[in-house]
Each structure stands twice: as structure tokens, then as C-alpha cells.
């Protein structure tokens, strides 16, 4: 008897903890994707600068002008 109620117990407070959480991915999700396009503009934002563009131009240029 004291095993089928321990079970009882148990399973409710699963329950509980499942519909207390149900929530926590769908902000999860939405905190990622936020936070993923702050990075995406803010490295949009040094990659189109003059300096890192001259920088990148100049490595292109190198990489193609290479003797093999």
C-alpha cells in the first residue's frame, strides 16, 4: 500500500513539474534567436566597416594572385 501511494505521489509531482516548465522552451527559444540577431548585426556592422573591408579585399586579392 505504502509503494502504490509512494508511485501516486511520485507521478503527480511529475506531473506538476512537466506543467510548470512547459513554458520554459518556447522563451528559451525566443531569447536565442533575439541574442542571435543582435551578434548577426553587430558582426554585419564590423565586416562592412572601411578598415575590415580594405583588410578582407587585401586577403582575397593575396589568396588569388597565390603562385603555384
Same mark, same amino acid.
Given at each position: 500500500?505504502?509503494?502504490? +501511494?509512494?508511485?501516486?505521489?511520485?507521478?503527480?509531482?511529475?506531473?506538476?513539474?512537466?506543467?510548470?516548465?512547459?513554458?520554459?522552451?518556447?522563451?528559451?527559444?525566443?531569447?536565442?534567436? +533575439?541574442?542571435?540577431?543582435? #551578434?548577426?548585426?553587430?558582426?554585419?556592422?564590423?565586416?562592412?566597416?572601411?578598415?575590415?573591408?580594405?583588410?578582407?579585399?587585401?586577403?582575397?586579392?593575396?589568396?588569388?594572385?597565390?603562385? #603555384?
Amino acid at each position: 500500500m505504502v509503494r502504490k +501511494i509512494m508511485h501516486w505521489v511520485r507521478s503527480v509531482s511529475d506531473v506538476v513539474r512537466a506543467r510548470a516548465d512547459s513554458g520554459m522552451t518556447t522563451s528559451e527559444y525566443a531569447v536565442g534567436t +533575439i541574442a542571435a540577431c543582435a #551578434f548577426a548585426a553587430v558582426l554585419y556592422k564590423v565586416v562592412t566597416s572601411p578598415a575590415v573591408m580594405a583588410q578582407l579585399q587585401s586577403l582575397l586579392k593575396g589568396a588569388l594572385d597565390a603562385k #603555384f
